[in-house]
């Protein structure tokens, strides 16, 4: 087999997400667990609660499955057929939260380089995944489709918000916050794993007709690269720009426009009735 | 066919929900979210959270189909097999919330009664199509079959508990209030839910019988004639009346007579046996 | 039959849950929802707000067929095939929030170690049950059945986490706590129940090898005495000790004191290099 650019990319088809990637994936949930605890509450979350620190660790970590079981009608008990996992998760939770120097390890700028982009790989996997296995079973409802894929690349975000409730990290909304969570604040994330699943999508029903594994390196390539720049602090949420112009045109703007001519415009219209009226009192 | 009483009725079980009766309830829903949004904080929260407005919109517009797929343990996918039904609700909750006059226009008091009118149409064939789709799956058990009649009826009522934690909504209890739902203040329509499945579910075991479709459309009527008239003010909820009776007599009233009369008696006998023992220290 | 020791054991293997064993659950039940509402709000919750009340004292009473439900894929429909334990349950709820002296009754300590000898009974067939059920599906998968035991033995107590959410009784986190629930507080039951739940899961994989009937009569005896001496105040939870030991060396103190060398050997290097440093300075 030679190296040329086909090969490599079959190649990123192929990979085997357990166990480095899943790994990968259960550290950045109990870093993003553990930071999620420690900027709500000022003392150490996982000494005083360590049972609730693992479970919400562990719904994070399988928010994926799970999401998937409740949206497909599966028993939830399917998710704890493979406790090889369970016991990994449970490892990397210990070390990132007990084990001194590992979560600043963990932490360091270029680790985290390294651990996104596998996260990303794994990401791509989920989506793909997801769409596929939906396809199987709902193959002409594209709505089914797309949003298992999404699902499968966000899970951990929407879980995050019962995993929130079970912490007991509950925010009250005031007159001018609400409780934050993914939907009122939609991550980078979030919004690109729609992107890609809506990609798999149109690759699904052929309207993109591009080699699969070219499609599939280039979407884990890009997600890498845009997660580096954005962890390097080169640039922020790179979907940020577009949404702002869609909200201002879409959400508001255009509207507020139109309002603001159509005021203008009676004004002007009363404006010259009052001037009319004004000439027709002098002459 | 002549246009006598029966074929009025019979016509009125015969109606289509799609697309008339379902777009009246999106847009009902839309508007609900929007006020309960609008009630709750005081910024432009569809202007600020367009995702969060729009999932939580979708939430209540699908609420019965959720709650049936819960109830009946089926796949929550197969909500998405119709794509032009999220698409036109999409497009209801664009207009309500964004397309300026809209929701004023929405809000007028009498095109208010012609909506109700035609969401009660809709409430009414929800209920009695779950009493019929659980007797065809569990044909004995009363209970499930009022249950899912209920659920169909009032099912937008029961996700606001959820839609409101998805939006960030979240109220929290102090020693004199607690945080809103329906079940701590149901309203006119969940208890008119609960009476409407009853009465099919009476029907369905032959314990009412009386022509089918008489019976659906008076219950129509009643519901709309209901309705407007709390629209226009004529009248406050008209369960309130039987319902205070039947708490004041059950919770509480009765048991607090029952401990007064007990505590008189008490005080009554202490009392004789003072006056006994007076009368016998006198004598 | 003669009465010896084994012939006992095996009686109490034989039990009928229905009525007696569900009635004391359903109690148990009801007085716990009393209790968590009467705390948390200083009016009479149950008089305000009768329907919430039931509701929550529902979910409680039904909790563990609900998440067994949930767990295992099954529609919620099923719960409510059986009328007569819903009516008796909202008997029970009636009882004890309504009528006069059958709170304070059944708070009665004597009273109290009897109904809670009878619910130790219920939780153990429960688990067993539980155990049993899981490993009919799902034989190979250990981690499976040891969770089914464990939610039919502790179900109550996580359902009270949407007992609360559904009757307003939110509370909100701060810097120094959080909104208390099962997860964050482990009561003694719930450390209980995963110990007996992971009994049986032992025991089906023949890896304790004792009578079955002597095991689970053992099990139901020392947790009626524990629970009994934890009422009579004799003893606090019988589990913190082992907790503590436990949770100060795994989730913590091993560390810090592994940090607390770590830190003293490098000040004591650097003293000797100091000393040294010194030394060669006076040389």
């Known amino acids: 087999m030679d190296w040329n650019f086909y090969s490599i ?7 085997q997400m357990w166990p480095v990637f ?24 996982e000494r005083r609660h360590p049972l609730a620190s693992w479970i919400t660790t562990m719904l994070l970590c399988n928010a994926g499955p799970i999401l998937v079981c409740l949206y497909l009608g599966k028993p939830l008990a399917i998710i704890l057929k493979s406790p090889e996992k369970i016991a990994v998760s449970t490892l ?14 963990l932490t360091n700028r270029w680790i985290t380089c390294l651990l996104v982009s596998a996260k990303e790989v794994q990401r791509v996997y989920g989506v793909y995944g997801g769409v596929q296995e939906a396809s199987q079973l709902y193959s002409s409802y594209y709505v089914v489709l797309f949003t298992l894929g999404f699902i499968r690349g966000t899970a ?13 990290i509950i925010k009250v909304h005031t007159a001018q916050t609400v ?28 309207y993109i007709q591009v080699n699969h594994s070219v499609l599939f390196s280039c979407t884990i390539a890009v997600l ?9 602090g080169v640039i922020a949420d790179p979907f940020v ?10 959400f508001g703007g255009m ?12 004004k002007g219209t009363q404006a010259n009735g009052a001037v009319h009226h004004q000439k027709m009192k002098t002459s």
């Not at 790994?23 to 900027?39: D, G």
């Not at 890498?224 to 390097?232: A, E, P, Q, T, V």
């Not at 509207?255 to 009676?266: G, H, T």
Request: net charge neutral.
């Open 241 to 250: 720009p577009f949404e702002n112009l869609f909200c201002a045109i879409v």
């Open 92 to 105: 990397v939770w210990y070390a990132v939260n007990y084990v001194p120097g590992v979560f600043t390890l």
């Open 9 to 15: 990319c079959e190649a990123f088809t192929l990979l």
């Open 156 to 168: 951990s975000e929407i879980m995050m918000v019962f995993a929130r409730l079970l912490a007991g």
């Open 255 to 266: 509207w507020d426009a139109y309002k603001l001519v159509v005021r203008q415009d009676r």
């Open 224 to 232: 890498i690269y845009l997660r580096i720049l954005m962890i390097l």
């Open 22 to 45: 899943d790994v990968v994936h259960y550290i950045l949930m109990a870093l993003n667990m553990k930071r999620e605890l420690s900027t709500s509450v000022a003392f150490a979350f």
């Open 179 to 206: 409780s934050p969570n993914v939907f009122l604040f939609p991550s980078c994330l979030f919004k690109a794993s729609a992107l890609v699943s809506a990609m798999f999508c149109l690759e699904h029903y052929s």
